[in-house]
């Protein structure tokens, strides 16, 4: 039983590592190489866990080895145009002023309903407002919209938006994240005064409290448990 937990463990570390190395883009869409490490490393990883027979190391070195080849060509995709497009291909116009190409989509076996699916989740239902459809290369479809039809900024309409930032997280569930909070110039001061106007006398009655560098705070108070 030990043993099990020992290989399940080193697997499991190991496969951590490797996914945490490949970098976070790989944990998003993923391109073909990639679709193939995963789907090989999965199966591979699999059976030193199912059979007890089989040395860890027949497991571990042919995963390792998926490891360094996807380095390798990652690492020769990003100095070699003609490569990347090789193995990755190169991203389809499906849709190019509201005509769609249709043996653009026999090409890459996008039926119609398919199409339509993936406007819809986008938020279009009407085809002639596309001015460019494309396909990318992990499979996503992208549509822009004609400029008439995209939403107004407050740039064009010559309003003041007024500053914005990135929030940060500085009370977490009751707890105060001190490195953010100094991150964003703040002191323990500025949060016990923001704590008083929104009526919480301690950081515990908080369940999420963001702020920006420009003093925008967002507040939630924890609910009460039953």
């Not at 080193?10 to 998003?28: A, P």
């Not at 995963?63 to 380095?71: N, Q, S």
């Not at 993936?118 to 459809?133: M, V």
């Amino acid at each position: 039983m030990a043993i099990v937990l020992l290989r399940t463990l080193i697997i499991y570390f190991t496969l951590l590592l490797i996914m945490r190395l490949l970098g976070k883009r790989q944990l998003g869409e993923m391109e073909l190489s990639e679709f193939v490490l995963a789907a090989l490393i999965a199966d591979l990883a699999a059976h030193p866990l199912q059979d007890m027979g089989i040395p860890l190391l027949n497991g571990l070195i042919p995963i390792l080895v998926l490891f360094c080849c996807e380095l390798l060509i990652a690492g020769f995709s990003l100095r070699n145009i003609r490569l990347r497009s090789l193995i990755f291909g190169k991203p389809s116009l499906l849709i190019v002023r509201g005509e769609i190409l249709q043996q653009e989509m026999l090409k890459n076996r996008f039926t119609p309903d398919e199409l339509m699916q993936e406007l819809r989740a986008q938020g279009i239902t009407d085809l002639s407002q596309i001015e460019f459809a494309v396909l990318e290369t992990n499979g996503r479809l992208n549509a822009i919209l004609f400029p008439a039809e995209r939403p107004a900024t407050a740039a064009q309409l010559k309003l003041d938006a007024g500053e914005g930032g990135y929030p940060s997280i500085v009370i977490s569930d009751g707890r105060v994240l001190e490195a953010n909070l100094k991150h964003l110039g703040f002191d323990r001061r500025w949060l016990d005064r923001q704590l008083k106007e929104k009526g919480a006398s301690s950081p515990k009655q908080v369940y999420l409290m963001t702020a920006t560098a420009s003093g925008q705070v967002y507040y939630a108070a924890k609910e009460a448990q039953p």
